[in-house]
């Protein structure tokens, strides 16, 4: 006999039965900020393992050096790994099934109508910052694994393996201190990857990401005597226009990834200058640039300073200097995670009533750290269909609590039957 429909009802009435404890979990964990920056985490850290205990499930705690914290801009930083073994655990024939979520996040900004950090609920949503990314799919994966955990044990004697949650707090500085230093450490090598997503798509390849610190040194002087000095401005001015104008060339390079459509350039922050009285010296450029997956890296950077290097060329007196700032490799699709799709696709269509498509996505996410140490991926969790659809990093971020049940018991089936 079959076990897994009399497993799937099981998993689906305890989450029904627990769903106001699952909110109230997110709820505590939304009103402990994660504002990075300043990327002071390690406090949620603390709360979220004395949640995690409250329910059963012991987290272990690894600090980051704070020196190695301190060097890439933030100020504390604590990760977690809870370890549930199933049967005999990992290994003769078992897999380890990580599931990923991300703490930290970027700072509420204004215009909000509920408190950021109130986690309020109206009209069947919760309002705060991380409430949908990502903290929810803290509140997924921990109650999808205790709904596992709470099967009979005639279920749980068909299950081998180990699940474990990693929750972490560098997404938005790039990952490298959170499942990145997890990986790195040897404290982690999972066989399968859920990270934190939304429930209407399993996402399967992510854009690359390069930003660049471009500096544009000239000579300041007085505005009465512009010609003693050399105007950093008008030479950005003509930079701006060259990399805005490179954009035509970009939506050339199709990717045939559905969901992801073709590299762009952004300029995102500008700073020089002195005084109004003054010929700028000096202009610093942030940039990023979005790298399908089908490009590589290292010609994709090279590109881009050669550009630089050639407009700023066209500007006299000029000097240019040129910072990586981050380097974030794209998620290419991978048929290993054929199992881990499977699943999720077909339970999402069973409780969500709807088919639930394969995509790539724009975005950059820490599953590219998990893929490059050979891990099979995919996205799922908590969430509307879109980024814009749940206000993330804007203002009023909210989560649909129906889509936060539907997609625990989607990721708790799933897991059932990679356990199998």
């Not at 949908?132 to 005639?154: C, G, I």
């Not at 707090?169 to 982690?188: H, M, N």
């Not at 990270?195 to 690359?208: D, L, T, W």
């Amino acid at each position: 006999m079959n076990p897994a429909p009399t497993a799937y009802s099981a998993l689906d009435t305890w989450i029904d039965a627990h769903f106001d404890a699952q909110v109230r979990f997110l709820q505590e964990l939304v009103r402990v900020p994660t504002d990075t920056p300043p990327g002071d985490n390690a406090p949620h850290a603390r709360r979220t393992a004395e949640l995690l205990l409250a329910l059963g499930l012991q987290a272990q705690a690894h600090p980051v050096p704070p020196e190695q914290v301190q060097a890439a801009g933030l100020q504390s930083l604590t990760n977690l790994i809870v370890r549930r073994p199933f049967g005999a655990g990992p290994g003769a024939g078992g897999k380890t099934i990580a599931l990923n979520a991300h703490g930290d996040v970027v700072p509420p900004g204004e215009g909000w109508t509920h408190d950021p950090y109130g986690a309020e609920i109206a009209a069947g949503a919760m309002y705060g910052r991380a409430a949908a990314v990502s903290k929810s799919d803290f509140a997924t994966y921990a109650f999808a694994l205790l709904a596992l955990e709470s099967l009979p044990a005639p279920l749980q004697g068909s299950l081998k393996g180990q699940v474990e949650l990693h929750f972490t707090y560098d997404e938005e500085f790039g990952g490298e201190l959170g499942p990145g230093w997890l990986l790195a450490q040897g404290l982690t090598q999972p066989d399968y990857l859920i990270a934190a997503g939304f429930s209407y798509q399993v996402v399967v390849a992510h854009n690359g990401c390069l930003q660049m610190e471009v500096t544009l040194h000239g000579l300041a002087s007085h505005a009465a005597y512009p010609e003693t000095g050399v105007d950093a401005l008008q030479a950005a001015n003509r930079l701006l226009t060259a990399l805005y104008a490179h954009n035509s060339v970009l939506k050339t390079r199709r990717s045939q990834v559905a969901g992801i459509t073709h590299p762009y350039l952004n300029v995102g922050r500008i700073e020089g200058g002195s005084h109004t009285n003054v010929v700028p010296g000096k202009v610093v450029i942030k940039l990023d640039r979005r790298m399908i997956p089908e490009e590589d890296p290292a010609a994709v950077e090279a590109e881009v300073r050669t550009l630089i290097e050639h407009t700023v060329a066209g500007s006299p007196g000029v000097r240019v200097t040129m910072r990586r700032l981050l380097l974030a490799q794209s998620l290419k699709p991978d048929d290993r995670n054929a199992p881990l799709v499977q699943a999720l696709q077909t339970h999402g269509e069973a409780v969500f009533s709807e088919p639930i498509p394969v995509c790539g996505t724009p975005l950059y996410t820490d599953v590219r750290l998990y893929g490059a140490a050979g891990v099979a991926a995919a996205i799922y969790g908590a969430g509307p269909r879109t980024v814009l659809e749940s206000n993330a990093k804007r203002a009023d971020e909210h989560l649909m609590l129906e889509d936060l049940r539907r997609a625990t018991q989607v990721v708790a089936r799933s897991l059932f039957d990679l356990l199998q």
